[in-house]
């Protein structure tokens, strides 16, 4: 089946680093969605996107939509120690349903 | 709360019983997903309804399971005979309100343990 490659697997960072993770894929996908999910909850939708190269803003969280629409990145800028949690990225393919393809997730973990 | 919610949050089951899980979407959303997460991966795609059509259906879904939303509104997703492999988070996702688009808000997740 389709899968996403998601990139690092975990990161342990200093509060007020920035923070870097991205997913890529070998199929086009027409929307990604980027989530953060905290133990034993659901995930929370972040940031949505719909077009290639369009760049978009959450607070201290940026995340591009890739122009070959194969790949996204999400940066956290100035991490505090709430950003602490699993961070997925998710694609729909083009034709589909609307079913996302999520990736394995990024650990961050947060020295205060 | 307008939020999606699920019921039970949890729940603990000898292998073989039935289990049947509720989920609420948010009251405008038009589309409902079932997901399945188990640890250290992302969440899997079981199924999908708008309004009470179901749609698709992932090859996860064994006979075994099935899904309904009677009225458009609420789902409910049963397990029979239920075995130690179907231990997992199950999510439920909404989604198509007018500013929403193609974005899915998932509920807290039924985390689900065959003993």
């Known amino acids: 089946g389709q899968q996403l490659n998601q990139s690092p697997q975990s990161m342990f960072i200093q509060e007020g680093e920035d923070v870097s993770m991205n997913c890529t894929s070998s199929s086009i996908f027409n929307t990604w969605l980027w989530y953060k999910q905290d133990p034993g909850e659901g995930p929370v939708l972040l940031i949505a996107l719909y077009k290639a190269g369009e760049l978009t803003s959450n607070g201290r969280l940026t995340a591009q939509f890739g122009i070959t629409r194969k790949d996204s990145f999400l940066n956290i800028s100035a991490s505090i120690p709430s950003d602490v949690g699993i961070y997925f990225c998710?694609?729909?393919?083009?034709?589909?349903?609307?079913?996302?393809?999520f990736g394995k997730g990024t650990k961050l973990s947060v020295k205060p | 709360d307008t939020g999606v919610s699920q019921d039970p949050r949890h729940k603990i089951t000898k292998r073989g019983q039935n289990v049947t899980f509720r989920c609420d979407p948010i009251s405008e959303h038009n589309r409902l997903y079932w997901y399945r997460q188990t640890l250290g991966q992302g969440p899997e795609f079981l199924t999908y309804f708008q309004n009470e059509a179901q749609l698709e259906k992932s090859r996860l879904l064994s006979d075994r399971f099935s899904a309904e939303r009677p009225k458009g509104s609420f789902s409910t997703l049963e397990i029979q005979r239920t075995e130690q492999g179907d231990s997992a988070m199950y999510l439920c996702?909404?989604?198509?309100?007018?500013?929403?688009?193609?974005?899915?808000?998932f509920g807290p997740g039924t985390r689900l343990t065959v003993l």
């Open positions: 998710a694609g729909q393919l083009g034709g589909s349903q609307g079913n996302l393809i």
């Open positions: 996702a909404s989604s198509g309100g007018p500013s929403s688009y193609n974005e899915q808000f």
